[in-house]
């Protein structure tokens, strides 16, 4: 099985830009014959939180809307 890692320059606070990016090297990665893919360590919001009020209105419950989006794209691309 292949095994990608993601390298990618995550966007501060801009969930929606990174979780698209996110999704675009989904597909990609699956494409060359990747059947695990990697990714950075909170990609979705940026990990420069100086306390849980900065962080608060980027957080979201799980399941939830993001985490909703990257399970649809890992089960369409198996």
Do not use: H, R, W
């Amino acid at each position: 099985m292949k095994v990608a890692a993601v390298q990618m320059d995550i966007k501060i606070l801009e969930k929606e830009k990174n979780l698209e990016k996110i999704l675009d090297c989904f597909e990609s990665t699956a494409q060359a014959g990747a059947g695990i893919v990697v990714f950075p360590e909170c990609a979705l919001t940026g990990y420069c939180f100086t306390g849980l009020e900065e962080a608060a209105p980027v957080a979201e419950p799980v399941p939830g809307p993001a985490s909703e989006a990257l399970a649809a794209a890992a089960k369409k691309l198996d």
